[in-house]
Every structure is written in structure tokens, then in C-alpha cells.
């Protein structure tokens, strides 16, 4: 198709063929070619309702397409269900804090490290028999900075401490594509380097596909290799950081005042 | 020992295992020590309660899925075991065919509803398990040659359970040690290891995922787990369990009916059992079967003993009748759940956290 053809043996780890999604009418995310190779930290950035959640929940699978494909190595994955592309290494933290409430922290972490375990389904072991997974579990705690608050259910914690909760649980599954929405979104200055080292971390591990959704501009500045900007559902800018952040159409859709027709001359 | 005998999941209360400790001497102790059938009928019923309650809470307190189609896998298991008993006599064959075969149909219909209806919403869920516990009753009725109608069927069970079987006769503890007895503590025996496995089963990896698609559904799917097969696996344990309760509640009674099994009736004693209890934790079926079966047996003598007392008073003397039992035991209902939200083994478990948080 229009892509640019693959060669031999080598894919994109994430790949989206014209994806588009529309709610009654209006294309939220609206044909969206993109590649996204390993070892790279791509930022996704677009005033709100731009459609990056949306492109967030079409590849891993919270919503389904209207039209398009989405790849992973080279594998098409558009029909999985979100709990398959969650195995086969996709993993995603949500801008909406999306945790188990009731559920102490250390065992939110703790199902993540399970999911991804041989013995996630075994009913008759205790689950404290299995101290691989809570060892596990706890590191990615310490990382966190939550070891203090364990037992503690998700609920009761602050929203800055649920931030990263949200991201140790990406953290724990362990994918090979981590997907962040606005990880540091509503967070006191002091608690957003913590996250954004979570990020550094797993970008030095070297082979990990990272998109980050984004505003703060001096945050993709040190971590993003690229830069895709996003507005009404379309992708009006892709590159590296420099290049994009010194374009006008980028800082007038990144600032939210890009007006369609402008937009539209400039493709 | 204890604590890996209960998968580590304590009762977290000393109230709570004061009452539970309390309960099972007195269920150890009551065919010699007290002797008579009604006593050990009450604790038979509890027993078996505590099974069905339990399996029940699997799903709603553990799982967040509401069914309506409980009562039906009870009723299968004690249809299957009493109509293989009338058919065949009274054999352990017979109670083993009956029991399998209803177990295996309680699989069969926990998985067809399941993967029909789970993927939608809980609600909808719920009204299919209505519908097919419904439509199961009407079949039972229409098929009355077979399963006796309204009626219900009287069968025999082999001669080891029954009163004529003496052990120990009368006069060696006052009381006759015979089938019966036998029967009492073996019907004990299995619904303790059952609730001894689904407190296993609730504190295994599987059961925490269980908890987790309570608590949030769609994270759980992100995390990848297949939300749609843990619901189904779950509901045909529960279906199965519910078929053993059914399946010893009718070697017990020697009978099987629709009021004791099919009915709506029962389906709403399990709900208010695991209400009063407390959802989502099982030592609440036991503490909720336990007051739900003393209440039951004894409200209704309690009240008779008060009514001529008051038979004078205008007004009092109508509501406090013994023919208005099921009035304040709906009222017990009402305050309890009140005042209970998280019913009494959650109450009592928050309060001894809270005391404990206290002392530190
Ligand atoms: N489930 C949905 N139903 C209807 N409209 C939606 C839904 N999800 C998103 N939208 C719309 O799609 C657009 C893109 O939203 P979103 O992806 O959340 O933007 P962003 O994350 O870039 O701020 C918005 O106009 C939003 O209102
Ligand atoms: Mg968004």
C-alpha cells in the first residue's frame, strides 16, 4: 500500500495503516499512517481532543476502528481484543487513573507482574506462594517510590502517588511498546521527576518502543527522539524534536490555535 | 497450619473467630451432647447454606457478577441425586450417577450462559440467569413424571445414612449414635473442605483476579487478562459447588421439591445470607447462614412464646404474632443492612482494623 516497503525481515515494532476512528460522524483519529521502531521515544503532543487518547485506545485495543490496520512486528493485530495485545507486549497507562480502588497498591503492581506470569491462572496455590511475583512486584514499588504505602488500597492515595502507581503498573507488565498519556498530568512539581526518570529508565534498556502523550514542552525536549503532532484526529507534523517544535504550524496546533483551514493549506 | 489449612485469608476479627469456633464445637458437639433432629437439621442446613452462600459470594462478592441462576445448579444436583435414587434404589451407584450427572449439566449450562451473555453488560447477564433459572423451574414442573411436579420426589438412600443403621445404640450416651449421624457428620465433613477450597481459591492467583475484575473491569482486559474466561471458569465452579450443596441437601432431607430448591424464595435467602454476612468475604456465609437458620428456626418460636404475654395489647398483639416471622425477619433485614452496608464479617473486620490502627 502507501507505506514505504519493508525490508526483508525488518518491522516497525508498532505500524498503523490509515487508521481512523469516528464517533457519529466526527473522525476522531483520522487516517493515521505512523511506524513506530524499537528503541525510540516518539511524543505525541496536539491540543486537547486533538485524538491522541483515541490513537492510544485503537492500538491497544480499548477501541475498535472504523477503518485501517494496526501492526505489531509486521503482524496484523487490528481484530485482537485488548487482553491479547496486552500479552503479545503492548502495554499502556491511562490518563484517567484507571486502578483496582479497593485493591492494596502493592497488589495492583502485583497483578500486572502475574499477568505476564506462567502461573497467572493457577487456583489452588496460595498467591503468596508465589514470591517471584511479589518480589517483583515490590521492585517495581520501590522504583515507584510507594514502597511506604504497600498496603495501602489505590484509593486512598493522592492523586500524585495514583500517577505513579499508573505508571508502575505499566512498568510491571513489562511490554515491549509503553504507551504513557500524560503521565505527569496534575502532578506537584516535585513528584514529576520521579515518573519522567521511569521513562529515562526504561529508554535506557535500549529495545523498548516508547509513546508518550505530553505537554510539557522542556519534558520532550530531554526525552523525545521524535516528535508526531496531532490535531482534529489528523497528523500535521512528524519528525525530530528541533525540527518540529521550530515550525509555526506545530507551535499554533501545539498551542491549541490552529484553525482547519490553516492547517489544511499547510499540508 | 491453620493459617495455610485457611489460605492464609483469617478471620481478622476475634469476634468473628470467637463465633466461628464457637459454631463449630457446638456442630461437633450437638448429635451427642444435645441429640434430636431438629438440632442437627439446623446445622445440616447451615452447613449446606454455608456451600451454596459461599459459592454464591464467589461470584457477586468475589467477581461483581450478579446471577439468578444459583439456586438451579442446587436444584440440579439434588434433582439428579434423587431422581437417579428413585430410579435406580438406593445405591451408592445411584448417588454417584445422579451427582455427576447433575454436575456435569450444571457445567454445561454455566458455560453456555456465560459465553452468551457475559460479553454485555452485568445487567443483562443477570436477567439471561433469571430467565434460564425460570424456564428450568417450568420444566421441572412439566416433566412431573420424572421429577414429581410441585410435588418433589421421596427416595431412599442406602441404609449406612438412615436411622435404622444403629452404631452406638441409645443407651450408651443417652442419645442413638446411628445412620443418620453418619450422615450428619460426613455432610459436615465435605461442606468444611469445600469452604476450606473456596477460601483457597479466592486467596490463588486466579481469585485475585477475580478481585480485580471486580474492582475494575477494563484495567484488568489492559493488563491482559481474558476477563470473559476467568467470569465463565468462575461461574462453573460456582455452578458446580451449588450442585454439591443440592446434592447433600437432598441426601439429608430424603426428599426433593421445588420450595427447597428451584424456588425464587431460596435464591433470595442466599441473597440476604450473603448481605447480612457481608459480600466478598466468605467467612460472612457462615456468620450469615448462621443467623439466617437460627433466626429462621427460632424467630417463630420466640415470637409465639412473647404473643400470649401481650394478647391484650391493642395494636402490639397483631404485630407481634407468630404468623408475622417473616415481617421482622425482614425487618432484621433492613436494619441490618442499614446499619451493615458491609455486613457483619465486613463491619466487624473494619472495626478490629480500626482498633489495631488505634493501639499503634
Ligand atoms: N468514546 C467516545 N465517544 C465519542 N467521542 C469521543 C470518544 N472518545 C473521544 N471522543 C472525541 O474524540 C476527540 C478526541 O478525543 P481524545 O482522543 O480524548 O483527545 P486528546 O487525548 O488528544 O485530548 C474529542 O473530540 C472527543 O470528544
Ligand atoms: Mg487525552
Known sequence: MDSAPNIADHYP????????????????VSDVSCCFEEGTLTAIVGPNGAGKTTYFNLISGQLKSTSGQVFLNGEEITQYPVARRAQCGIGRA?????????????????????SMAKTRDSFLTL???????IVKADHFLELAGLEQYAKANASTLSHGNQRKLEVAILMALEPRVYMFDEPTAGMSVDEVPIVLDLIKRVKSEGNKTILLVEHKLDVIRS??????????????????PTTVMASDIVREAYLGRARQDRVGTAK | MISSLLSEDLPRSRIVAFTLILLLMAMLAAPVAIGGLTIMSVFVKIAIFVVLVGSFDLLLGYTGMISFAHTMYFGIGAYGTGIALKSMGASWEAIAIGFLAGAFLSFVIAVAVGLFSMRTKTIFFAMITLAVANAFAVLVNQFYTITGGHDGLIFQIPRVLKPAFVIIPRDVFGVPINGTTLSYYAILLICGLLFLLMLRIVNSPFGRVLQAIRENELRAEALGFNVLRHRVVVSCIAAVLACVAGALNALWLRFVGPEVTLDLQVMLDVLLIVVIGGM??????????????FAETYLQGAIAYIAPMIAEVP??????????????????????????PEGIVGRLRNRAAELANIKK
Open chain 1, 223 to 240: 526525552l523525545a527522539d521524535r516528535i508526531v503532532v496531532l490535531n482534529n484526529g489528523e497528523v500535521v507534523a512528524d519528525g525530530d
Open chain 2, 280 to 293: 466478598g468475604t466468605l467467612y460472612g456465609a457462615i456468620i450469615g447462614a448462621g443467623v439466617f437458620v
Open chain 1, 94 to 114: 491511562f490518563q484517567l487513573t484507571n486502578l483496582f480502588p479497593e485493591l492494596s497498591v502493592q497488589e495492583n503492581i502485583r497483578l500486572a507482574v502475574q
Open chain 2, 315 to 340: 395494636v402490639v398483639s397483631v404485630v407481634i404474632h407468630p404468623d408475622r416471622w417473616v415481617f421482622w425477619l425482614g425487618i432484621l433485614f433492613v436494619v441490618s443492612v442499614y446499619y451493615f
Open chain 1, 13 to 28: 515494532v508498532i505500524e498503523t495503516k490509515g487508521l481512523s476512528v469516528s464517533f457519529g460522524g466526527h473522525l476522531a
Open chain 1, 127 to 133: 498467591w503468596s506462594s508465589h514470591k517471584d511475583l
